[in-house]
């Protein structure tokens, strides 16, 4: 496993859950809010996930666009199939699958749960919508 020089930040892979909907402030600040915790900025972005019941939701797709980003959607069965460090019994009777924003965004990495930066970050925005973000280290 090598690392990026010092200079360079690695390419980092966002998961992203919330509630039907939140708005793209709310999402964005759980955005920022977790990328700062992981010392990332959104220049480092280069994947993002969620779950395809999100498809249809304004606000992940006003911040996608905002920031040129693609978000690819997984079925429920994709996401429960990667092993998440906190697994959520709430998540899976609402979307089918005990994580949305940990599994989305290993998968988006590519990677296993030794290459999340921020497990799980919760925000409940001033409007009562919460959105969650999860990051995680794209390996070389």
Aim: contains cysteine; hydrophobic residues 45%; neutral net charge.
């Amino acid at each position: 496993m090598t690392t990026p020089p010092a200079n360079m930040a690695p390419p980092l892979a966002l998961g992203l859950g919330c509630d039907r909907g939140t708005p793209a402030t709310t999402i964005a600040q759980a955005i920022a809010e977790a990328l700062a915790a992981c010392g990332g900025g959104l220049a480092d972005v280069r994947a993002v996930a969620s779950i395809d019941l999100k498809a249809g939701e304004a606000g992940l797709a006003a911040v996608a666009r905002d920031n040129g980003w693609t978000i690819v959607f997984h079925p429920a069965s994709e996401l429960a199939a990667v092993e998440v460090p906190n697994p959520s019994e709430t998540v899976r009777r609402h979307t089918g699958t005990p994580s949305v924003s940990e599994a989305a965004a290993l998968l988006a990495a590519g990677a296993d749960c030794r290459h999340l930066l921020v497990e799980k970050h919760k925000l409940r925005g001033a409007d009562g919508r919460n959105a969650t973000v999860s990051i995680a280290r794209i390996p070389a």
